[in-house]
């Protein structure tokens, strides 16, 4: 139960720094990422701001024994390939895309349905379940 409250808590925060720093509006996604355009860097910031917390974390969590991974396979990297692209394309990632939905935005009622949709094919027709 504690481990739930931790989880909760931490999709939470997750959710209030998306919504404060305003990356649940795909147009900032899609500005940063629009190089010959109006650029917009804040998602820079964002990230920047990600990697201090990683960094810090990671300083706070050495010497404790490490956990098994499992090694990168072609399925991994395409996988992330596609989700890169349908980001790019899209503006949303899942986080924000379901953060859209509650808000009611005419773009997440269209891509969270698509994205449902995409992860059941993945599941029936590959196999992959995690």
Same mark, same amino acid.
């Given at each position: ?40 860097p804040?998602? @820079?910031?964002?990230?920047?701001? #990600?990697? %201090? =917390?990683?960094? /810090? ?5 050495? &010497? *404790? ?24 394309l ?17 773009? @997440?009622?269209?891509?969270?349905? #698509?994205? %449902? =949709?995409?992860? /059941? ?5 590959? &196999? *992959?379940?995690?």
């Amino acid at each position: 139960m504690k481990s739930l409250f931790i989880v909760l808590l931490a999709g939470l925060l997750f959710g209030a720094g998306l919504a404060i720093s305003g990356m649940t509006n795909p147009a900032k996604v899609i500005g940063f990422l629009d190089l010959t355009g109006d650029w917009d860097p804040t998602l @820079a910031y964002v990230m920047g701001g #990600a990697v %201090a =917390v990683f960094a /810090i974390g990671s300083l706070l969590i050495r &010497g *404790l024994p490490k956990a098994e991974s499992d090694p990168v396979t072609m399925s991994l990297v395409v996988g992330s390939i596609l989700f890169g692209v349908g980001w790019g394309l899209g503006g949303f990632c899942p986080g924000p895309a379901l953060a859209n939905l509650a808000a009611f935005r005419a773009e @997440a009622l269209c891509f969270v349905p #698509a994205m %449902a =949709v995409g992860m /059941i094919l993945a599941q029936r027709l590959f &196999g *992959l379940d995690r």
